[in-house]
């Protein structure tokens, strides 16, 4: 996952919850990744509490959906 998942945005979070597994200091590992202190300890509770689906849920970025959910529905029925 930290070198092959389809979006890059979760690379640098699989990558940071190693290095934390590994020992390495929060510090160290926020200036390697281009991140802050604050946003790898908002990852470590979600990583305990949910494992990997906790850390995958956190994709936010990319296009909005051109549908609106009512739209959906009525695709949907029309089918």
Known sequence: MATHHPFVDFRPRALGLLALGDGIPVCDIAHILRTSQQTIYQWCPTWKRTGVAGILGGHTGG????????????AVTAA
């Open 63 to 74: 296009r909005p959906p051109v549908l609106t959910e009512a739209m959906g529905d009525t």
